[in-house]
Each structure stands twice: as C-alpha cells, then as structure tokens.
C-alpha cells in the first residue's frame, strides 16, 4: 500500500537531526519533515517545536524512490501569515521644504519640485546649475578658498 500525495497521515517522531525530523508512520514506513516545513514561523532550532516520541499530523508532499516528504506546515491554517500581510500599510507622510529666511520675519517656501524641464538642453542646463551650487556649498563648508588645497599649499 503506497502513501498517496495530498493525504494527511499521524505517525510518532523517532529522531530529529538539526535539518528535519523522522517520523515513523502506521505503514512501518518513515518519512521525514524538513525544518523548514515544521511551522508557518521561522524555525532556527527544531528542538523547540518537536521531540522524540510527539505524535504528529502532517501531510505527504512527495513520495519518490520510498523517501516520503511530510509537512506539518500545510496542516496549519495560514491565518497568521494572511493577517501579517494584510496589514494596513503605513502612509508615509509628504515632505513639506523647510522655510527659506530671506530676512527677519521674511519666509520664503521653496518647492519641492521645479517645473520640469522641456528640453534635454534644459535639463543639463538644471543639473549643471544644481552640481556647481552643490560643489560650492561643499567648498564653504569645509572651509576652503579657491586655489589652495587643504594643506595650503598652491594648486
């Protein structure tokens, strides 16, 4: 009598190794279940969710060359995982730009997006703008002066 695919059978554990554990089956054949079809959560240690002599119910996953796959994993109701996923998502909030002081008292909004450029020529023109005022606020910040390097010495 073979062990069809799909049915869902009860044998004892009778060993466990840290890649999946051997459970003997009512036909005096064995099977085994690997870790990763133990539980719907991750499993690091085996030993914390079976041991030798636990009776349990699984399901047969394959069955080539008298080596039997059991699962108990798609016994179990995938309800945590369902709800896990369902999860409302997190709306994240829009970035409003900082206020520009111009003067006291005096705030002046950037945008956050300039108008789109129409033309290639005026999207290098934006980005060559946008690099060399980059490139200046860098030099300011660190401090040094056009010409001379960090060491002082001329370049």
């Given at each position: 009598m073979g062990i069809e695919i799909g049915t869902i059978v009860e044998g004892k554990v009778s060993g466990i190794s840290k890649f999946g554990a051997?459970?003997?089956?009512?036909?005096?054949t064995t099977?085994?279940?690997h870790i990763s079809e133990v539980s719907q959560s991750?499993?690091?240690?085996?030993?914390?969710?079976?041991?030798?002599?636990d009776t349990v119910k699984a399901m047969v996953i394959s069955s080539e060359n008298g080596k039997i796959a059991l699962s108990i994993k798609k016994t179990q109701p995938?309800?945590?995982e369902k709800d896990i996923n369902k999860s409302p998502k997190k709306s994240r909030k829009t970035h409003?730009?900082?206020?520009?002081?111009?003067?006291?008292?005096?705030?002046?909004?950037?945008n956050s997006q300039p108008a789109a450029p129409s033309s290639?020529?005026?999207?290098?023109?934006?980005?060559?703008?946008t690099s060399e005022d980059k490139i200046s606020d860098l030099h300011k910040a660190s401090g040094e002066s056009r010409g001379y390097s960090r060491r002082g010495s001329r370049k």
């Open positions: 051997f459970v003997d089956l009512p036909d005096n099977g085994m279940i991750y499993v690091n240690d085996i030993n914390d969710f079976l041991k030798v002599g995938k309800t945590a409003k730009p900082a206020p520009r002081v111009t003067s006291p008292g005096d705030y002046e909004w950037q290639f020529e005026d999207m290098m023109s934006l980005f060559k703008r």
